[in-house]
């Protein structure tokens, strides 16, 4: 009966707990949910077309025909134009390329592909890969690898049979009987087949978008910054945690009769908080670099600027939850909320570019897509400085808006 | 006393919480060099009129000056003037007491030379000196409590308020604490403003004691006068029985005041409680009643809290 009583205590206070129950229900649920959406197409969820930019250079009948053979897979939906300036323009290889970062795979005809098709010459069509999805691109390879093959299949029979039939006639004109040798035939037919058995007429390229080094990204180059993001945003939130702890035991109340300003009093939270984290991402990329041999990309100064500027949003958010939680308890129960949603949601746990396109987009509303999105732009795509100021410009600006919501909304008694 | 200094004066100084009224038009004069107690029960409204006092709640009406400065327009030089002993204890339990204090020495801007003196003079008070290198964490109740006022005194303030300082503390660190601030008021003419739900403290430590209730101050004097106003004197005498017609009789000799019965044992109160006493005592031998025991209670500022609120201070 003691027991029971004993049990009976525990479950009405962990009942009250709102925000307990949040993380034992709610949390699980909202992960699962975005698990599952994200990763619909490795679980044989509805199908999704794969939106695949091709950016067409050649303006012949070969390319026209290429395009017109790619339309007609249904997996594919091709992105033929962007808007610019708004207006459509034609798609070009820039674009695509930045496209690629979101979209898995880009296809170029090149230009002079229908001239270098009609003439039987090495025609080549070129597939630029996502390194983060090695699954897609390679769906897209081989779509383009097997019409490329019946293209060839038919240029070969079509340049053999027309060198057969000119060596008939050659023969035929010669007829003065002369005595035929068929084997010497059979070997010159041979020898026309040979260059293009050995080097197919239309050649599938394959260029990854990579740039940073020669070698493929490995799993590290995007494991280190997306936990390290996500861990970085538990950290900030054991300091929202910690700044509702001297609340609670006064030491709060006590500083604000000191002749400081309670925005220094804040502030100098924060700047602890933003220290630790920026330290915290310091060690994390070492420990990937010197252990993991994680690549560090091309521009340290960039690297610098993301963890700055993803310290600083994620202690911005911190100063937030201090402001909306009334107790510890709350603050912890909503940290883990928000940081393992925003972790599921934000390309944490796996590259963006792997899940839905909407969601992609709806990711973008957390700190945690335009860090990861950073990372992944300098570390994966061999961005420098220029390729991560948005995303590090939209970091800062999040880390100041929650700041200052939180600066005109915290309550120190 | 009214010759002194007024060193903190509020006019009708207001504060609330939604419709809830904590502090209600507190009129107050405090003299320089005085220990005021303001002696109230537990969500009476203290802490809530000392968090205006220091800056640390804005008033929602009324004014106030401390030290010559008006507590909204000059609120950073209001504290530099005061300190605030906080009835939690606001101390970092990881850091050790000289960390804790060196923290603390930093904010009030306290720098080299001056701070370690600073440092090792509110050790020496707070008599922490052995301890000064130890983690805050490891201290007894009363020992913390003793290093929240040794910070409360870096700034040597003009003004220092002790809220509720010795909750929670053994009597040899009440004792401490209540030296430290007979030091403090003797040695450097500083003013005390403390509150307590501990009448006996009140009346011990206070030179002035405002009884304070429901947001408002029922009245402020000195201890001695408030006794004498307010007080009620009682003759407390225990029977092994005690009939009506006893009762009846006693409580009609001159000068009992009122009278009441509980367990057989039957209170007096008397403005003049010698004669009663004389007069009950000298009946009962007379007509040799049995008395078991009988007892004198003077005074004290639980019964002024009685009279004045209508109830106890621990209600």
Not at chain 1, 300 to 310: E, F, Q, R, Y
Not at chain 2, 279 to 307: A, C, M, Y
Request: hydrophobic share 45%.
């Amino acid at each position: 009966m003691s027991m029971w009583h004993i049990a009976r205590k525990d479950l009405q206070i962990l009942f009250r707990d709102i925000w307990g129950l949040a993380y034992l229900f709610l949390a699980p649920i909202i992960i699962i949910a975005i698990a599952s959406v994200a990763l619909s197409g490795l679980y044989g969820g509805p199908t999704e077309k794969f939106k695949i930019p091709v950016v067409v250079e050649d303006s012949g009948q070969a390319a026209k025909d290429m395009v017109e053979a790619l339309n007609k897979v249904e997996a594919l939906d091709l992105i033929l134009t962007y808007k610019k300036d708004g207006k459509e323009q034609p798609m070009t290889r820039s674009e695509a390329e930045e496209l690629v970062k979101d979209k898995k795979a880009a296809i170029v005809i090149p230009k002079g592909f229908s001239k270098a098709v009609d003439e039987g010459k090495g025609a080549s069509v070129e597939v630029i890969q996502n390194p983060a999805d090695q699954v897609i691109p390679g769906v897209i390879k081989n779509v383009v690898s097997e019409y490329t093959s019946r293209l060839s299949t038919a240029i070969v029979a079509n340049q053999v049979g027309a060198q057969s039939i000119q060596n008939f006639a050659s023969v035929v004109g010669q007829k003065h009987n002369l005595k035929l040798d068929p084997t010497s035939e059979i070997s010159k037919v041979q020898d026309y087949v040979k260059p293009y058995t050995e080097k197919p007429p239309i050649e599938v390229k394959t260029k990854s978008l990579e740039k940073s080094k020669g070698s493929t990204a490995t799993p590290f180059d995007y494991n280190v910054p997306g936990y390290a993001v996500m861990f970085v945003l538990f950290g900030a939130s054991s300091a929202a945690s910690a700044l509702l702890e001297e609340r609670e035991n006064g030491t709060l109340r006590k500083l604000k009769t000191l002749p400081i300003s309670s925005q220094s009093i804040l502030l100098g939270k924060m700047l602890s908080s933003f220290m630790t984290a920026t330290f915290q991402c310091l060690v994390l990329f070492t420990v990937g670099y010197l252990v993991f041999d994680m690549n560090l990309g091309n521009s340290i100064l960039g690297l610098l600027l993301m963890m700055i500027s993803t310290a600083f949003a994620a202690t911005g958010l911190a100063m937030l939850l201090a402001a909306f939680c009334k107790t510890r308890s709350q603050a912890s129960g909503i940290s883990l909320l928000v940081v393992l949603s925003m972790s599921a949601l934000g390309g944490s746990w796996w590259p963006l570019s792997i899940v839905p396109e909407w969601l992609q987009k709806f990711a973008h509303v957390t700190l945690t897509a335009w860090s990861t999105g950073g990372f992944s732009d300098l570390l994966v795509y061999g961005g420098g400085l220029v390729d991560i100021l948005l995303p590090a410009g939209v970091l800062l600006g999040m880390g100041l808006l929650f700041l200052t919501i939180a600066i005109q909304r915290f309550r120190f008694e | 006393m009214s010759t002194r200094d007024i060193l903190i004066s509020t006019y009708g100084l207001t504060k609330k919480f939604d419709s809830f009224t904590a502090v209600n038009e507190v009129d107050l004069d405090i003299y320089e060099g005085e220990v005021l107690g303001l002696l109230g029960p537990n969500g009476a409204g203290k802490t809530t009129l000392i968090s205006m006092l220091t800056t640390v709640l804005p008033p929602d009406g009324g004014s106030a000056t401390v030290c010559g400065y008006d507590l909204l327009k000059d609120s950073s030089k209001v504290k530099q003037k005061v300190s605030l002993v906080p009835q939690d204890l606001a101390l970092y339990l990881t850091l050790t007491a000289e960390e804790n204090l060196s923290f603390f020495a930093n904010l009030y801007g306290l720098k080299g030379r001056e701070k370690r003196s600073r440092i090792k003079e509110v050790l020496k008070i707070a008599q922490l000196e052995d301890w000064a290198n130890r983690k805050v964490g490891a201290y007894s109740g009363g020992m913390k409590r003793r290093l929240n006022l040794a910070i409360g005194l870096l700034n040597r303030p003009k003004v220092l308020f002790l809220d509720e300082p010795t909750v929670g503390v053994d009597p040899q660190s009440r004792n401490h604490i209540f030296n430290s601030i007979q030091y403090l008021v003797k040695e450097f003419q500083m003013t005390v403003i403390y509150t307590t739900h501990y009448m006996e403290e009140a009346q011990e430590l206070c030179d002035r004691v405002a009884i304070y209730d429901k947001g408002k101050i029922l009245d402020l004097e000195e201890t001695d006068t408030l006794l004498q106003k307010y007080g009620d004197k009682q003759l407390v005498l225990d029977f092994k029985s005690i009939p009506d017609w006893l009762v009846q009789h006693i409580s009609s000799l001159p000068h009992v005041d009122s009278h009441h019965v509980i367990d057989n044992k039957l209170t007096i109160h008397s403005s003049n409680l010698l004669e009663v006493t004389e007069n009950v005592l000298g009946w009962l031998r007379t007509n040799q009643i049995p008395v078991e025991s009988f007892n004198v209670h003077e005074s004290d500022l639980e019964s002024v809290f009685l009279k004045l609120t209508g109830k106890k201070l621990r209600d």
